[in-house]
């Protein structure tokens, strides 16, 4: 990478700009890989999630910190999905010949920030040119307790389905980012937030580790592509049918009226639109004190019942008295 | 990825792949994540890797299922040269449109071969679609023993330098395969097993374990970018200067052969070619009985004495009786 001068200056150049690491991190990035120490009498979570220019990302609309903020976001959201808490983070940069120092320093000050927002230390990683698209592709290993464990196949018929949150805004701020590249509109004004939930994800850490600890949920998963998918996600594993009620659902309120003055169904839009990066969980009638008690430490994060689980097989949406299919999935592929 | 199907249909495809899960696998690739019991004692070693399309690999040099087993064995590497033993892997896989389902099955025939070889299950992983090269990026755990672990700054002066296997096979074999690809060659003959090492590299997972395990090992790294700079990362770590004894090397005679016929320095030649994957160990004049133990049970991978680290501060190479400087490094950057 000729902009950038050698890999091991790279290397040095991140390396000093990692805080310090914690007790636990043995052997800290340089070496030929890392040495953790597990925590104690805790499972261990493991996840991979790569962000790609042009298939995740355009630099038009986030900036390279976000990128990096996003990368480690994602991995994150994922561990909490399971009940874990994150731990460690390897970082692997696929860097474009065009690539430059300041370039690093904005995807590490992105990387940086979420790391420290979730107190997840930088393993390790590796660094290797790109021919082709700008990849954070980043690894991460969290802990759970033994029986704590939040799969996806553990629902039950009648056991309510509740999301954090709200949904819609990721995939609204970035369609009015697309909308007002073209129209070299730059003011999001009431879009604000809809653009920032696209560029930065809030993973729900808090809610999803606690969501575990408590055993208020039987199966949990993020809406990293939408919320229809994951319902329809977790009613399969589980084996049984789910049924949501569209008058309940979170939307968000600018991304309803942007879906809306778009002429497109906001509840559809919302229920596919992915990256909302919440966290829908199954949670049993007899376990609704455990729910109330993870909302009322959940610092505002609002869980709000959409529907439950049915023994019946079909997965619906009640939407003004008549019972529609879900509305299809969204996929990143 | 129109030619692939949907992203669900590829990942349930590979799942159907995988041999059955070992019991400390306790969710399995399906879930937002993995959890996996932790080694009892040991602590865990972290690392990742990739093998990108244009950087790593030519598809007219190996075939996808040389790069799936690629992508495993250089990380399995890293995990030897900690004297760890790797256990799971993630894969991140990278795919460019044009990607056919019997691509990805060539890519899961190598990575589940070198997975099989070295006892590494498939914990999990992740799909995209890539806009430019075909990637296959891989975090890796494994455990070790605290004590036992081989960390690159543990050499003291006065440790002899000791190198598994033979050195400049692999780049000997890329560089007969460009050359050849010019003037459109097929039969390799004497050169088919340098041109498998750059295919197919052997990681030295057993020797790698067994010098953590007896501690006969001081410090420890592989040679994925050259011994030359493998010596100057051990010593600069370590705090010494180094010596090797050019006329000790192992070159690959093959490889030897094949520099020479080109007019090149085969020692210089072998030395900062990349890609080997054997691993350099400092060992202390008193712990030679336990490296003669690892001798033993390595199954014929040699393990030659080429130097030893000094307490004078330069990193030189002795060659007809002359001091020189080691030749300048590889860098896969």
């Known amino acids: 990478l000729s902009s950038l001068g050698s890999e091991r200056g790279v290397i040095d150049h991140i390396r000093r700009r990692l805080p ?3 007790a636990s991190l043995i052997v800290a990035p340089g070496d030929d890989a890392a040495v953790v120490v597990p925590e104690r009498g805790a499972f261990q979570v493991l996840t991979t999630d790569a962000v790609v220019e042009e298939i995740h990302f355009d630099r038009r609309f986030s900036s390279l910190s976000d990128v990096g903020y996003r990368a480690v976001a994602v991995n994150a959201s994922d561990i ?4 874990g808490t994150p731990t460690f983070a390897l970082l692997s940069l696929l860097l474009p010949p065009s690539t430059s120092l300041a ?10 920030e979420m790391a420290s927002e979730a107190r997840i230390a930088i393993a390790g990683g590796n660094l290797s040119r790109s021919p082709g698209p700008l990849v954070v592709d980043v690894a991460m290993t969290g802990h759970v307790r033994p029986r704590r464990i939040l799969r996806r196949d553990g629902g039950r018929p009648g056991d309510g389905l509740y999301v954090t949150g709200t949904i819609g805004a990721a995939a609204a701020g970035l369609e009015w980012l697309k ?14 937030e809809c653009v920032r939930r696209h560029r930065r994800p ?8 606690m969501l575990g600890r408590t055993r208020a949920g039987t199966a949990c998963m993020d809406l990293s592509d939408g919320l229809a998918d ?6 399969e ?11 309940l659902l979170p939307l968000d309120p600018a991304a309803a009226a942007w879906f809306t003055s778009q002429g497109r169904d906001p509840v559809a839009a919302a229920m596919t639109g992915g990256d909302d990066y919440e966290l829908l969980v199954a949670v049993p009638r007899k376990r609704g004190g455990r729910l109330r008690g993870v909302q009322r430490q959940s610092r505002g994060v609002p869980l709000t019942r959409i529907g439950e689980l049915t023994s019946e097989p079909g997965i619906v949406l009640i939407r003004g008295g008549q019972v529609e299919p879900l509305p299809t999935g969204f996929s990143h592929f």
Do not use: H, K, Y
């Open 179 to 192: 909308a007002s590249a073209a129209a070299q509109r730059t003011d999001a004004g009431a879009m604000d």
């Open 103 to 112: 370039d690093v320093d904005a995807l590490l000050d992105g990387i940086l």
């Open 80 to 83: 909490a999905a399971m009940g």
């Open 20 to 22: 310090a690491a914690p």
């Open 202 to 209: 809030n993973p729900r850490l808090r809610v999803g580790a």
């Open 230 to 235: 994951a319902v329809r996600q977790i009613a």
């Open 237 to 247: 594993a589980s084996g049984t049918g789910a049924t949501i009620d569209a008058s």
